[in-house]
């Protein structure tokens, strides 16, 4: 298979309007890699610059060993699956598949096999006779893919594929689709405006924000350690908390809504008293409390809703502040009541000019620079080589 290499990847369109902006990024052979983001933000640009759809306005785009950038969709060696599978309506499911073979001039028996074998890997065999207007959309999705294993391309490139599905369906979908790239080993590129699929089923991913990468690394970093506000309030199926404060006197608290809360371990030693912060918790890493609680943030209960296991209660603080809590559900909150959220230290992250604050790893070393536009380079890590003072 191969890797994707973009250096300083631009595209312009006419009037001057930037879509995307100098990328530098590498999806590595192998791997399932999704472009994350708000409508708008460049991510299926970015996809059809790679395939070709489009074309670059400067920078590079290599598959492999082979700078691409100029050459047509059809010379790249991959295979694209849109929103709307874009199947042939007046062809059966074999003659959909096999069309790409057709293209490349493989013999019409071996094209026939090889369609007919790769419908009975994906569970069509029986469906191979029939056109796309019979099929469920999960069927139609799954011809799509089929359409694009069948010619054995080095890169997949798939356009929200799922989108079209009903809520069940999509999650059968993803587990189906991440098992089959697991399988086939092929270099893939999802482009999606999902983040619990993005989550779900990416080895990496990169968070985009009006045609630049504002992050990028595993699942699990990006959830866990957020590099900017934006990425942070983008994450997460309920959105993280960001609540604007203050650092206390001393340096050892922050003064949100009314409660001063402790500075973050990862951040301790790295503001300074009156300074200016975003205080930043997700709703699951609050404790609910039904009593007073020294040191806690204390709100009215305005919202609660049922999410199944727990619930999302949503509080109404001091100085018109809104916090969420996630509450299990031996714990019954009523509109109206009153009720104290505490933070646990160790979830609990700051964030000055829109960057995260974090400690250094080890003495003498910084694990983050600021930037004041919060954007990071393609792996992941700032730009600027600037150290945080521990």
Known sequence: MADITLNRLAKVYPGGVRALHDLDLTVRDGE???????SGCGKSTLLRTIAGLETASGGTVRIGDRDVTALQPGERDIAMVFQDYALFPHMTVEENIAYPLKIKK?????????ARETAEELGLGHLSERRPGQLSGGQQQRAALARAMACHPQVFLFDEPLSNLDARMRLEARTFLKKLQRELGVTTVFVTHDQAEALAMADRLAVMEGGELRQVGTPTEVFRRPASTFVASFIGSTPMNLVDGEVTAG???VRVAGA???IPDAASGLTAAGEKVVYGIRPEYLRWSG???EGAVAGTVSVVENLGSAQLVTLECDGEVSVQVVVDEDHEPEPGGRGWAVPRNDRALLYRDGNLV????DAGRADRADRADGADGADGEPDTAQAVPS
């Open 106 to 114: 493989v013999s019409r028996a071996e094209r026939a096999a090889k």
């Open 260 to 262: 001063e809360l402790p």
């Open 32 to 38: 399932f890699f999704a472009l994350l983001g708000p």
């Open 251 to 253: 340096g050892g608290g």
């Open 291 to 293: 009593t007073a609680v």
């Open 358 to 361: 974090t400690a250094p790893a």
